[in-house]
Each structure stands twice: as structure tokens, then as C-alpha cells.
């Protein structure tokens, strides 16, 4: 029996703006989702979805994805000019579902998203090792 494959959730900052991108009007974080959409559009487990603002201006542009379960990362620096970024998010996904909770370490990840994470967040109920109880 096959594992379930899971569902991600991969969200992208529409309000970002870099200097370069801003051409015709159109915000870098308008650009960025317009390229991952053309990415996913047949991806059947990953959802995308705008978001006006994530709250991360100084590291614009700025994508997130979680899963049920899983750890949640934020990646910010993404030039939505540059192909490499997008092409490499699909290798971060994949990796990132083929993990039981989500927890990628920085070697796993692909290079051009190994120095610009700007967080991880463990799921509520983890149980991971990295995760220690204070109380």
C-alpha cells in the first residue's frame, strides 16, 4: 500500500515589491504567483494561494508552505526574475513531501534555498527531536 502523498500549501506574498520587477505596473509578488501558478497548475497536491502581505518587506519577495503535521518554512530573497528560484522551489516541495513531518535540514534543501529561509515552525503537536518542552 502506497503512503498518502501531502498536501501542501504554498503561499506567496502578492504585495512584495523589488525595484527591478516593477515594470508595467505589476508588483514583484504579483509576478512571482503568476510564475508559480504556471509552475503548479498540475500539481494535484499542492494548493496555492495570494496573500496581501506576509508581513516580511525587508526579505521580498516571500513564499511559505506547510502541511497537516508538518514543519512550516518561510523563504524570503526569491528574485521572481530569476528562473532558478522557481525551478528550484519544485525540488524544495519534493523534498519536502517525501519527509514524514516536513523538517528539512539545510544540506537537503536545494542551493539557491539554503541562506534565505527565514524561519522554520514546528506543527503544534511535534515530535521531533529538535523540539524541546520547557516546563
Given at each position: 500500500?502506497?503512503?498518502?502523498?501531502?498536501?501542501?500549501?504554498?503561499?506567496?506574498?502578492?504585495?512584495?515589491t523589488?525595484?527591478?520587477?516593477?515594470?508595467?505596473?505589476?508588483?514583484?509578488?504579483e509576478?512571482?504567483?503568476?510564475?508559480?501558478?504556471?509552475?503548479?497548475?498540475?500539481?494535484?497536491?499542492?494548493?496555492?494561494?495570494?496573500?496581501?502581505?506576509?508581513?516580511?518587506?525587508?526579505?521580498?519577495?516571500?513564499?511559505?508552505?506547510?502541511?497537516?503535521?508538518?514543519?512550516?518554512?518561510?523563504?524570503?530573497?526569491?528574485?521572481?526574475?530569476?528562473?532558478?528560484?522557481?525551478?528550484?522551489?519544485?525540488?524544495?516541495?519534493?523534498?519536502?513531501?517525501?519527509?514524514?513531518?516536513?523538517?528539512?535540514?539545510?544540506r537537503?534543501?536545494?542551493?539557491?534555498?539554503?541562506?534565505?529561509?527565514?524561519?522554520?515552525?514546528?506543527?503544534?503537536?511535534?515530535?521531533?527531536?529538535?523540539?524541546?518542552?520547557?516546563?
Open positions: 500500500m502506497s503512503k498518502k502523498q501531502k498536501e501542501i500549501i504554498l503561499s506567496v506574498c502578492l504585495t512584495c523589488l525595484n527591478k520587477a516593477q515594470n508595467n505596473n505589476k508588483l514583484a509578488g509576478k512571482l504567483a503568476q510564475k508559480l501558478i504556471d509552475k503548479f497548475k498540475n500539481t494535484k497536491n499542492v494548493t496555492l494561494r495570494g496573500v496581501n502581505c506576509m508581513s516580511n518587506c525587508k526579505r521580498s519577495c516571500i513564499v511559505s508552505f506547510t502541511a497537516e503535521n508538518c514543519f512550516t518554512y518561510v523563504f524570503g530573497d526569491i528574485d521572481p526574475e530569476n528562473s532558478a528560484y522557481i525551478d528550484s522551489i519544485e525540488e524544495l516541495l519534493l523534498s519536502y513531501s517525501k519527509s514524514d513531518d516536513g523538517f528539512l535540514r539545510r537537503h534543501r536545494p542551493e539557491i534555498y539554503r541562506s534565505n529561509i527565514v524561519g522554520r515552525f514546528p506543527p503544534i503537536n511535534s515530535k521531533s527531536d529538535i523540539i524541546i518542552n520547557l516546563k
